[in-house]
């Protein structure tokens, strides 16, 4: 489903931020993308999207990443970003799940029905004619990943989908994302939640991949993961008296 | 910073007050913006001296606050805006024109007096009435009316955007400025050496923030189309309400109905 | 400065809708398309920002007493001058629409007399012409944008906020509304628009010298000196536009000297002058930077001046002021001129050693 050969991507004159690059994510697998501030989890993002070009290919749904393709690029992957208040720019939530559908081509009744199915699904009916500046900060996280399902992509890019929210909202967010069948590709520093949400963990460090396996065997390992400025997930940690 | 909290709660209030239900606020906007409108050109076009004429005005706002039921109090704390400036061009009129109007015993009310009253009276009511529309309509029916009036879709689309991050942006002044305050105790505002730094930074975080709303419009396809919910269409109701006042508010400009009362009773 | 409906006669508030409403029509067409779907996210945000960012109480120091920004002169730095005015047209409408600041029928007025001027105004006669020539580039590149940039600002905020505050005169004296004679409206509101649009200007000089510092690309015509326009204005040209804004500088500063002008009765306006400055965006509990200002610019003139008393002896009136204002404004646009030959003497002579 996404496919990185050799990528490479600096910033003009600067050190490079991601570094030759080479990893594939199938149809259907969740995975992590965990390391340090600035290890090049936003960029891999932003590379993805063809937010940023750098060296190397891309492939996205056997599309691969150029100019032509990319509208189509984008029509496949949905981006949920880590300030919803960044992704719901428009007055009410049905206004920004129709603002997608409708500019890749969808009739406003075809829009409307995507609307509707999607916001059952997450149990949201409620949220359809709210204001985004008026709804909570869980309310909105939710909204925002309703506004990337309508668009009906096949892959989703979360930007730390569960940060600044209260436990239950956490929650609700991981239960979501558990419940969604399509490829999904995470970056955070909660790795309690990768471990809830993800079955395979990629951990970066200085723009290069460091390990690359199954979420359980990467996060239980300690000394890797103190070797690249993170820890234990807390429900490992084990702390007993 | 008192202000920035109370600008706070003033949107909240406005939101609230327009997401109520009444006859006034089930009008089409457009019916509202016109009327509105209407409404003001009339008042403020009654001549200086015509102190009865324009006291007909009231009845509008009066009126039409009692039937959609939002409290009339809330208004008259925004006229402290508009009123200083005024009455620091009507309370010249006093003592500049001495024309004698009317004998009310041993006190004669003087021209200055008059053009004085009817000049504020004209500022409390042109206030009512907006106060009004804003409290029954919210923003994006009062843009959807706009767009119908032809305004450029840029100027529609730049005014939802920008109250939509109205909110946010108090938000992080808010924040910032009290952990300026927390590490300034007893400074009253932001101190000269901090003047450019301070909306500075905040200024190149919104300018990212401005950049991640932009990939998130782009990757969303966009190409310069916003789409909105349809608001409903004008409907009998709506043209019988825009007429009625029309023709009222001409009536109380053409003739002095007051006036008419009046002489009516003194004979 | 906003306007209030009730200050304008619908003649008058229409025939500024007109004005505002082909300045936004210009405008919008002004920008390409694919040029404003791509800012209109930075307009949205600044144009946010700027709003909550007129609640931030600046401290005047010496004062005790706090400035605002209004940031005409800010957005058309930063977005240019018709992406500046639309951002401004909104944070109008939305003033008038929730905080009844202005009114609906004085959005038109207000549009022109605030966001036209500051935008447009400031912009090409005063930004872009100062940021792009080479004035006080004998200082060197990065002290020379500094100043340019401190000067663009505080002259522009200072001219357009004349001009704005002249606007309100003029549209209030032709509506009929008052019975103060024209002159005397005048010599109150420029003053106090002097002292506003100062601190205004350095407010505006403080923040873009900050973006400046860190990032200049974010400021219209930074670092185009040197390309497309360079030479396009002339020494005569720069020398025109500090000459004028001295003499307006020079006029408003006398007429402030002149704090009571007599021959009417002024003195309640002490009082009304402290709400409308309220109004005007100064600080509700303490009012008194007008006079603060005043009093410094009185003190300074008063040590400097060779005119005595900056007036004619049988002259009481503003006005007769505003001589001594105009002389001394012809000296400092010749202490200007005189600066800008040495500057550019020293420029062609650095020049001449190059070669």
Request: glycine share 10%; charged share 15%.
């Amino acid at each position: 489903m996404i496919e990185f050969q050799n990528v490479s991507f600096s910033y003009d004159g600067t050190a490079p931020v991601v570094e030759n690059l080479s990893f594939s994510i199938s149809k259907g697998e969740s995975v992590g993308l965990i390391g340090a501030n600035g290890a090049g989890k936003s960029t891999i993002m932003k590379l993805l999207l063809g937010l940023l070009s750098g060296q190397g290919q891309i492939w996205v749904a056997g599309l691969e990443m150029n100019k032509q393709n990319l509208p189509k690029i984008r029509q496949t992957v949905g981006f949920v970003l880590q300030d919803s208040d960044n992704q719901m720019f428009m007055p009410t939530v049905y206004e920004d799940m129709i603002f997608g559908p409708r500019n890749y081509g969808l009739t406003k009744e075809q829009a409307e029905q995507r609307v509707d199915d999607v916001l059952n699904r997450l149990g949201l009916t409620e949220l359809k004619h709210r204001y985004n500046h008026k709804i909570s900060g869980g309310e909105k996280r939710m909204a925002a990943i309703a506004t990337i399902l309508a668009m009906e992509p096949e892959v989703i890019l979360m930007d730390e989908p569960s940060t600044a929210l209260d436990p239950v909202n956490r929650r609700t967010v991981i239960n979501t994302i558990n419940t969604l069948p399509q490829t999904k590709l995470i970056a955070s520093h909660d790795l309690d939640m990768i471990l809830d949400t993800c079955g395979r963990v990629i951990l970066l460090s200085h723009g290069k991949i460091v390990a690359d396996g199954s979420a359980e065997s990467i996060l239980r390992d300690r000394v890797l993961l103190e070797a690249n400025r993170m820890e234990l997930p807390f429900c490992l940690q084990g702390r007993h008296k | 910073m008192d202000k920035l909290s109370h600008a706070q709660s003033e949107l909240r209030e406005m939101d609230a007050l327009a997401a109520e239900c009444s006859p006034i606020h089930a009008l089409h906007p457009l019916c509202k913006l016109l009327v509105t409108v209407f409404y003001i050109a009339v008042t403020v076009s009654f001549p200086k001296y015509n102190f009865s004429g324009l006291v007909m005005m009231v009845l509008y706002p009066v009126i039409a606050f009692q039937v959609s039921g939002i409290p009339v109090g809330l208004c008259f704390y925004k006229l402290r805006l508009v009123l200083p400036l005024v009455c620091a061009v009507g309370l010249a009129n006093p003592f500049l024109d001495h024309t004698p109007l009317l004998q009310l015993g041993t006190i004669t009310v003087t021209g200055g007096v008059v053009s004085m009253v009817t000049l504020m009276l004209k500022g409390v009511f042109s206030l009512m009435a907006s106060f009004l529309l804003i409290a029954t309509t919210s923003i994006d029916a009062i843009c959807a009316a706009l767009r119908k009036l032809h305004v450029p879709g840029i100027l529609t689309t730049l005014l939802l955007l920008t109250y939509r991050y109205i909110g946010v942006m108090l938000e992080e002044v808010t924040v910032m400025t009290e952990a300026y305050s927390l590490r300034a105790p007893g400074q009253k505002g932001i101190h000269i050496s901090a003047w450019g730094s301070f909306l500075g930074q905040l200024l190149m975080r919104s300018m990212d923030r401005a950049e991640e709303l932009y990939s998130s419009m782009v990757l969303r396809g966009f190409n310069g189309n916003f789409f909105y919910a349809d608001i409903s269409p004008f409907c009998l109701n709506d043209l019988l309400y825009t007429a009625v006042c029309a023709a009222a508010f001409l009536c109380a400009r053409i003739f002095d109905i007051p006036g008419l009362l009046g002489s009516f009773f003194v004979g | 400065m906003h306007m209030a409906d009730a200050l304008l006669a619908p003649a008058v508030a229409a025939t500024m809708y007109a004005a505002s409403a082909v300045t936004v029509g210009a405008s919008v067409k002004t920008l390409r398309k694919d040029e404003t779907t791509a800012k209109l996210p930075t307009m949205a945000v600044t144009s946010a920002l700027v709003f909550a960012g007129q609640m931030i109480n600046y401290t005047i120091p010496g004062t005790g007493s706090s400035g605002h920004l209004c940031g005409g002169m800010m957005l058309s730095a930063l977005l240019g001058p018709q992406a500046g005015f639309l951002s401004m047209v909104v944070i109008l409408t939305i003033q008038a629409l929730f905080f009844a600041d202005g009114g609906l029928l004085a959005l038109g007025a207000n549009c022109w007399n605030m966001a036209f001027y500051g935008c447009f105004v400031g912009y090409y006669l005063l930004w872009r012409p100062l940021i792009r020539s080479k004035l006080f580039s004998s200082l060197g590149e990065k002290a020379a944008g500094r100043i340019r940039i401190i000067l663009a600002s505080v002259l522009g905020c200072v001219i357009t906020l004349q001009l704005g505050a002249f606007s309100v005169v003029l549209e209030t004296s032709l509506s009929g509304v008052t019975e103060l004679p024209f002159r005397a409206f005048v010599g109150i509101m420029q003053p106090i628009h002097l002292a506003i649009g100062l601190v205004e200007g350095l407010i505006t000089s403080a923040v873009l010298l900050f973006i400046y510092e860190t990032r200049p690309e974010l400021l219209m015509d930074v670092n185009k000196a040197d390309t497309q326009l360079s030479g396009k204005l002339s020494l005569k040209t720069t020398l025109a536009i500090l000459a004028v804004t001295a003499v307006i500088v020079g006029g408003g500063l006398s007429l402030f000297a002149s704090a009571n002008p007599d021959g009417l009765e002024w003195s309640m306006f002490g009082n009304a002058e402290s709400g409308y400055s309220e109004n005007m965006g100064l600080d509700e509990e303490s009012f008194g930077i007008s006079s603060g200002a005043a009093d410094t610019a009185a003190a300074i003139q008063e040590r400097t001046a060779f005119l005595p008393d900056y007036g004619f002896a049988d002259s009481d009136m503003a006005a007769g002021t505003s001589v001594s204002g105009l002389v001394g404004s012809a000296i400092v646009a010749g202490a200007a001129a005189a600066i800008c030959m040495a500057g550019g003497f020293f420029r062609k002579k650095k020049v001449a050693a190059k070669a």
